[in-house]
């Protein structure tokens, strides 16, 4: 079993699903953020949870070589869409999607099948490759 499997596992097994994981360099120092959501939004006392979960595995299969810090937290009401299933589980919601030529295209995600992401934009419904983006992300109209 992979490390990402037996992170998900815990984080279902305590109620909620992994949204992403990614390890990143911020002012000289590695991160390994997971993120976590739920229908019922995400507090602080669950990420403390899952992250006291989540240390020990951690502890016996480091996830990146060196020093590291552990960072559980919610994707946020405007997230990044980097896999099929982020955009599977934003079926409702506004995107912005900027693709590899540079274009920028916004709407609300109607179905995705497959590779094809559907959108419905103010020009009517558009079919997106999903090869064919270059990033996305949700968006929230304040």
Known sequence: MSLESEIRQIV?????????IETVTEHGKTIYRIYIK????????KCAQISNLIS???DVT?????EYYLEVSSPGVERKLKKLSHF??????????????????????EDVKGNTITLLT????????????????????W
Request: aromatic share 6%; glycine share 10%; no cysteine.
């Open 38 to 45: 739920s229908k019922n939004g995400i507090d602080l006392d």
């Open 122 to 141: 103010d020009h009517g419904k558009e079919e997106i490759n999903f090869n064919d983006i270059s990033s996305a992300k949700t968006y929230f109209e």
């Open 88 to 109: 599977e589980n934003s079926i409702g919601e506004s995107v912005k999607i900027v693709l590899n030529d540079g274009t920028v295209i916004k709407g609300k995600i």
């Open 62 to 66: 480091p996830p990146v070589k060196g």
């Open 56 to 58: 020990p595995l951690l």
């Open 12 to 20: 279902e097994d305590a109620g909620v699903e992994l949204y992403d």
